[in-house]
């Protein structure tokens, strides 16, 4: 029975922690491409660029992420989809190209992953180069089609020169086709020395011809799109894939975007811009290809010489020949523009005239902050970045389109055409698609403060709030994105936030909980970014600005350097001790007890050469937990020493602390433990780990912000970069105890 019990205690722990997201709602991101299934009813998925794949539930117009159970920290790349594909004549089937970036930003290759059971399980198959899904020209496509006369047989263009693949055993392998030789050569800028915009772009668009015939069971026509304006940009086989061409007199200059088939007409709808996207676009067309006649037609809603953008988003009526929807790409000002034809493109009505002829209404009932925050303060109500739009092809009235924002939407588009009005919605509801850069629960306050990229960020006054979409993100004022935000530990109504945008003063304070905010005066326009804190007693900033060292100001005077911290320092403030901060910088510990005036190092992280995060205790003064690459540090006495509180959990990141059992305080952490690289919880001082992670994704665990519950025993909040903020509770056993059990047992 000892030789049992020693067995299993040398097996991972894991808590019994069920993972869900706090609704901030709306979507928050950038959608690439949305695919209905043209035969069954209802079922339809959604890709982001950053934050996984999303699957339809029709009923209530609401999402669910499909690949989180995919996404853990060695395979985070996987959050990031380049193209997707159902299979016409399997409604449970779906196929995905996913990776993150063609460039150094992501060591690994990608992959086509496969499900048939509507995302519920996937199967992986890898390819020999990297995939592109938060890359330039990630809003073109579908790059990735099955063929709808033969399941096993699928296409994918890939980017990086690596030109056409197929597969013939419904994607467990992928061959290159060495007959189609373009490779879509466009580079967006050859100088780019990061490698994002260095790239060439690849293929755009595999489409299949579904009214041709077949050739041993394959669909002989098939067309691909390149990233290529110089020689030819659309190319067909008519034999099923064995030889290829460039199909005569298409148009040049462009790049092609979205290519559809309308097979009652037998015809190719498709958008051209003069940049691959997502954020370019100053002139474009839009183009109509008789297959029959081999003939094209230049269906530009606007004169060619009045366009000031091109074409992303296209849309296909399947019930209704001639119906088109197209989308402008970009058109940053006053707005999007939206255009319908029912006569195959010959004429064309707006989605508005002027700015003041509106044949909309707009609302965000499911993601009120978006109304708030974004629609009523700007004059770009419809979007940016439309690269995906949508007509549900069993249901005419049913449409989907997408922004850098969120899904938009709506069941009367049809009305288009008699009322001339329409009713749109953000249709989000489930997508979580936020990059989270910090968390925060004030004991006392807020339940949760969410600092994200691109949507400014939120405030949850209380455990029933998150499941709750906000009525407002963080306004007045209102930045792009919010690095960092702080609590005062003695005075938790007092918070603080800055941004990342240069130009205008970046930092913000709220005395009440973070439900409103005013400018700090003390600041001027040369601060920026990085990561702040907030002294006990709210009255000191310390901010380690990601442009001008490290800085302090008190009581909103203005900011001066602080010379004795590395730039770049990780810095925090005592809880409960007014004069008291931390820093950390490399192998360096450092304190000041003149509230942040000065600091000098302290006592030493034994083998550590990089200090990643430092946590101190929400209710003890002096209490300091520090996070490093050779594990965590504690230490009780301001700094002055510490001591390694476990060599099992190691080459940590985000630290937090959070409520537990009764008067005790659980202490969270991301390292490699026992269960490999997770997110780990401990109840006994970090004498043992349990995995609190189990089977849930957070993709890499280096990005991952985190924050115990001040609040609700056993409460943590995990922020990640593309799925929002996760929360779960639950109890998490002792060493002790766990030993006792096993033994006893």
Avoid at 528 to 541: E, I, K, L
Avoid at 712 to 723: I, Y
Wanted: hydrophobic share 35%; glycine share 12%; net charge negative.
């Amino acid at each position: 029975m000892k030789f049992l019990a020693v067995q299993l205690l040398a097996v991972a722990v894991e808590a019994a922690f069920t993972w869900q997201n706090v609704k901030i709602g709306g979507g928050g991101g950038f959608v690439p491409g949305i695919v209905f299934h043209p035969t069954a009813k209802g079922v339809a998925y959604a890709r982001t660029d950053i934050g996984g794949l999303y699957r339809l539930d029709s009923e209530d117009d609401s999402w669910t992420a499909v690949t989180d159970g995919i996404a853990d920290n060695d395979n985070w790349h996987n959050w990031g989809v380049d193209a997707l594909a159902l299979d016409p004549q399997d409604e449970n089937a779906v196929y995905a190209a996913v990776g993150m970036y063609t460039n150094d930003w992501d060591p690994k290759p990608g992959s086509i992953i496969r499900s048939s059971d509507k995302g519920a399980t996937w199967k992986t198959t890898a390819l020999p180069f990297k995939v592109g899904g938060n890359m330039p020209g990630r809003g073109m496509g579908e790059r990735l089609a099955v063929d709808p006369a033969n399941s096993k047989i699928l296409y994918f263009g890939a980017r990086s020169g690596n030109g056409l693949w197929k597969s013939t055993d419904g994607g467990e392998t992928f061959t290159k086709v060495s007959s189609f030789t373009a490779v879509g050569t466009f580079i967006p800028d050859p100088n780019d020395a990061n490698g994002l915009n260095s790239d060439k772009q690849g293929l755009a668009f595999v489409t299949f011809d579904s009214t041709s015939d077949t050739t041993d069971g394959a669909t002989n026509r098939i067309f691909v799109g390149t990233a290529d304006n110089i020689t030819a940009s659309v190319y067909v086989s008519e034999d099923a894939g064995v030889t290829w061409n460039p199909v005569k007199d298409q148009p040049g200059t462009y790049f092609p975007h979205k290519c559809v088939l309308q097979p009652e007409e037998k015809a190719l709808y498709l958008t051209y811009s003069d940049g691959t996207g997502p954020y370019d676009g100053t002139k474009g067309g839009v183009y109509r290809y008789d297959i029959a006649a081999s003939t094209w037609t230049d269906i530009t809603p606007v004169a060619h010489s009045d366009l000031t953008y091109g074409f992303g988003g296209l849309g296909v009526d399947m019930q209704k020949p001639g119906t088109i929807v197209v989308a402008s790409l970009n058109s940053w000002w006053p707005d999007a523009q939206l255009f319908r034809s029912t006569d195959s493109g010959a004429t064309w009505s707006k989605l508005w005239a002027q700015t003041d002829h509106y044949y909309y209404t707009l609302s965000t009932p499911k993601a009120p902050w978006i109304q708030t925050g974004f629609i009523d303060t700007d004059t770009k109500h419809l979007g940016w970045m439309i690269e995906a739009l949508v007509i549900d092809p069993l249901d005419s009235d049913h449409w989907l389109y997408s922004t850098g924002l969120t899904v938009y939407g709506g069941h009367d588009l049809t009305k288009w055409d008699t009322d001339h009005l329409v009713s749109i919605q953000s249709l989000a509801d489930g997508i979580e698609e936020f990059s989270v850069q910090d968390v925060a629960s004030p004991p006392g306050g807020s339940e949760l403060l969410a600092a994200v990229g691109d949507d400014s960020g939120f405030t949850f006054e209380d455990t029933a709030s998150l499941k709750s979409s906000p009525k407002t993100p963080w306004m007045n004022p209102i930045w792009s994105t919010s690095p960092s935000v702080d609590y005062a530990g003695a005075s938790v109504k007092n918070i603080v936030r800055i941004g990342n945008s240069a130009g205008s003063p970046q930092i913000a304070l709220s005395s009440d909980g973070g439900v409103s905010w005013s400018n700090y005066s003390g600041a001027d326009t040369s601060l920026s970014g990085g990561t702040v804190a907030y002294s006990a007693n709210a009255d000191t900033v310390l901010w380690s600005t990601s442009n001008n060292g490290v800085q302090r100001s008190q009581n909103q005077a203005a900011f001066s350097a602080v010379s004795s911290l590395p730039s770049g320092a990780v810095v925090v403030s005592d809880k409960q001790n007014n004069t008291v901060f931390y820093g950390g910088s490399g192998s360096i510990f450092y304190v000041s007890t003149d509230t942040g005036s000065s600091f000098a190092k302290a006592g030493s992280l034994g083998s550590a050469t990089a200090v990643r995060d430092i946590a101190a205790h929400p209710a003890k003064a002096g209490n300091v937990w520090v996070s490093t690459d050779a594990g965590i540090f504690h230490s009780t006495d301001y700094g002055s020493s510490f001591t390694q509180v476990s060599t099992t959990l190691k080459n940590t990141y985000q630290i937090a602390l959070g409520k537990g059992s009764g008067e005790a305080w659980n202490v969270y952490a991301f390292g490699t433990g026992s269960a490999g690289a997770k997110l780990y919880g401990s109840a006994d001082d970090g004498a043992s780990w349990t995995d609190i992670q189990g089977s849930q994704g957070f993709g890499s665990i280096d990005s991952c912000k985190l924050a115990g519950s001040g609040n609700t025993a056993g409460q943590v909040f995990v922020g990640t970069n593309g799925r929002g903020v996760f929360y779960a509770s639950g109890a998490i056993e002792k060493g002790s105890e766990r030993r006792s059990r096993v033994f006893n047992a």
